[in-house]
Antibody, heavy 116, light 107 residues
Framework: QVQLKESGPGLVQPSQTLSLTCTVS????????VSWVRQPPEEGLEWIGG???????DYNSALKSRLSISRDTSKSQVLLKMNSLQTEDTAMYFC??????????WGQGVMVTVSS | NIVLTQSPATLSVTPGESVSLSCRAS??????IHWYQQKSNESPRLLIK???QSISGIPSRFSGSGSGTDFTLSINRVESEDFSIYYC?????????FGAGTKLELK
């Protein structure tokens, strides 16, 4: 069955770089895209960016200068890197499968706290 | 950026009532709107895609309608498991955006 699982550090220091991995199973990254969505505590959802089945990427323009999303199809992994982290980047980070332009399967999320 | 405004922010109902949740877009987006349910401490779940298309495994009491700028998620006879937060999301623009959510709570 389709599964996505996020992994990465729970705590990042301000100004440092966040690296998260989304490991997928049950589908191919060359057939479906994967996006990252985050949710600050007690707040709503924010689309961060994604990588499409063909390998192209799209980013939230507000975050684009700090973002990189890539993939390793041999490992069925999508990688998120975000630099210059600040406290407002504290959030639950989800990866989600993109079926066309909807997110039909989601990972359980990983909580990232930015703090010294 | 396309802004999605959801109303009301909170809706208090009793089980068995039927409800309508609104999502309004800041510009016309055809039917490029999708609805998600998020229960406390869980990941979002896709309920409806492209304004009115049903999703396999989602109960038939959930339905969607609308086009252009005004969209509605309807729940026919709310059940206890439906108390959660509902988000709309647009895919008309390549900068995807979500609404702020409507919390459906027990009256």
């Amino acid at each position: 069955q389709v599964q996505l699982k996020e992994s990465g550090p729970g705590l990042v220091q301000p100004s440092q770089t966040l690296s998260l991995t989304c490991t997928v199973s049950g589908f191919s990254l060359t057939s479906y895209g994967v996006s990252w969505v985050r949710q600050p505590p007690e707040e709503g959802l924010e689309w961060i960016g994604g990588i499409w089945s063909g390998g192209s990427t799209d980013y939230n323009s507000a975050l684009k200068s700090r973002l990189s999303i890539s993939r390793d199809t041999s490992k069925s992994q999508v990688l998120l890197k975000m630099n210059s982290l600040q406290t407002e980047d504290t959030a639950m980070y989800f990866c989600a499968r993109a079926d066309g332009y909807t997110f039909d399967y989601w990972g359980q999320g990983v909580m990232v706290t930015v703090s010294s | 950026n396309i802004v999605l405004t959801q109303s009301p922010a909170t809706l208090s109902v009793t089980p068995g009532e039927s409800v309508s949740l609104s999502c309004r877009a800041s510009q016309s987006i055809s039917t490029s709107i999708h609805w998600y349910q998020q229960k406390s401490n869980e990941s979002p779940r896709l309920l409806i895609k492209y304004a009115s298309q049903s999703i396999s495994g989602i109960p038939s009491r959930f339905s969607g309608s609308g086009s252009g700028t005004d969209f509605t998620l309807s729940i026919n006879r709310v059940e206890s498991e439906d108390f959660s937060i509902y988000y709309c999301q647009q895919s008309y623009s390549s900068l995807y955006t979500f609404g702020a959510g409507t919390k459906l709570e027990l009256k």
